[in-house]
């Protein structure tokens, strides 16, 4: 028992060491990142607050006529708030020449008119590329992925051992949760380290095991499977699959709808409102009469090759993502799911994005997450200051068993 203690210490330290400083860069930008749209919103509060107007809002096809005629760019996605004086968002398809995206831009819902762009979108692409990748080159292709995700299992090898190291002899939830910090020192460190540790241990392991659905395939399609049963997420209006579709996992190889990287360059997106493109009026039109006024804003989708559906992503006042897919045409909602009634494991796997950030968890899951991702820097600290102060105890240790003995004291006594 004391060698497997010996080892799994050993194995702690060197894991916390080696992993240390990428968990902690990547909780410092996960804590930035789950309140991206609330930072944005503050940022962008003066473009997003619109005056009142005595006409109407404009329908999406009059809207993106009109930014069309301003700025003949092409549009990836149009968003459209439900309150009253909020701006319209248009996210613009990727530059055909370096593949990256320009700021997305706000709208008068009104008229149409550009109000500005989006001032923290190109920061916080740097922190998910930071996040994600480390900001290495390739970016999900390079060795950050590898990092990231290598340091995700560190971690839950790190909760495992931390766990069985500090398990008491005795007991008592003083001894687990309660830090000493009387005297300061080793003793006030390793209190901070342990107990902070078992405090933030089920937060970590729900970040641990949903940020490697972004760093391995086969463990996205593990999971999946066995979230949903073998079931498809996407179901017809009635409840049912499609005619004629296969029941299987979804096949999820590109990354959800958290991917906001880049896009290699030479390839020319077409857009909303462009020619040939589907009208929008009629699927909007059948969304807001299926929906019932249940959004609180709706993203609508350039249809795979203008040949499908329209789909629109809305996000509920109950805090659930709906997806909805519309006959362009004739506006027959060929498939609608409220996240809300899905069954739970497909839920989980339809939004894995809001399980790392808390956000499934209601109200208080996203400051809960926060504060245990801005403790991840506390962790390399307290380690380091752990692992300096063993090694200089041990010096100091071996210093004094080497130290010559004799009557060299007494004597300088009696001369004096």
């Known amino acids: 028992m004391r060698y497997l203690r010996a080892v799994l210490f050993q194995l702690h330290w ?3 060491l080696g992993a240390g400083l990428v ?3 990547a909780g410092v930008t996960g804590a930035l990142l ?3 749209d609330a930072i944005g919103e503050a940022f962008d509060a003066d473009l997003i607050r619109v005056a009142s107007h005595s006409e109407d809002r404009l329908a999406p096809d009059a809207l993106l006529a009109r930014f069309l005629a301003q700025r003949p760019d092409t549009v990836a996605s149009l968003t459209i708030a439900a309150e009253p004086g909020t701006a319209a968002m248009v996210r613009l398809g990727r530059d055909s020449a370096t593949g990256q995206r320009p700021p997305s831009l706000y709208l008068d819902p009104h008229d149409g008119t550009v109000r500005g762009a989006a001032r923290t979108e190109e920061v916080f692409a740097t922190i998910r590329r930071l996040h994600r990748w480390l900001l290495l080159p390739g970016d999900g292709k390079g060795w950050g992925r590898t990092l990231t995700g290598a340091s995700l299992v560190a971690l839950l090898v790190l909760l495992c051992t931390g766990l069985y190291l500090r398990w008491p002899k005795v007991m008592s939830l003083r001894i687990w949760l309660k830090p000493h910090l009387r005297q300061w020192g080793r003793p006030t460190y390793w209190s901070l380290h342990s107990v902070a540790g078992t405090w933030v241990l089920p937060v970590y392991i729900v970040i641990a095991l949903s940020g490697l659905w972004w760093s391995y395939d086969g463990y996205r399609e593990a999971v999946t499977a066995f979230l949903t049963g073998g079931e498809t997420i996407t179901r017809m209006a009635d409840g ?4 004629g579709q296969e ?10 709808e958290a991917d906001r990287g880049t896009r290699p360059a030479g390839r020319k997106e077409e857009g909303l409102g462009s020619s040939g493109a589907p009208s929008l009026d009629t699927a909007w039109a059948a969304f807001r009469a299926a929906d019932a006024g249940r959004f609180t804003r709706a993203t609508l989708l350039l ?22 897919r519309i006959e362009a045409a004739t506006g027959r909602i060929l498939v609608r799911e409220v996240g809300g009634e899905r069954p739970l494991g497909v839920r989980i796997a339809g939004n894995m994005l809001d399980v790392h950030s808390g956000r499934i968890f209601g109200v208080l899951g996203p400051p809960i997450f926060l504060v245990a991702a801005l403790l ?23 210093a004094d068993s080497i130290m010559p003995a004799g009557p060299a004291t007494p004597a300088l006594g009696r001369r004096a």
């Open 14 to 16: 060197l894991l916390g």
């Open 23 to 25: 968990l902690a860069v």
């Open 34 to 36: 789950s309140y991206e």
């Open 240 to 243: 049912k699959p499609p005619a």
């Open 247 to 256: 029941i299987k996992p979804p096949a999820r190889k590109a990354m959800p």
């Open 303 to 324: 249809p795979a090759g203008f040949g499908g559906p329209v789909r629109i992503r809305s996000e509920n006042r109950n805090g659930w993502r709906d997806d909805t």
């Open 376 to 398: 991840m820097p506390l962790f390399l600290i307290t380690g380091l200051l752990l692992y300096i102060g063993r090694r200089a105890a041990k010096a100091r240790r071996r």
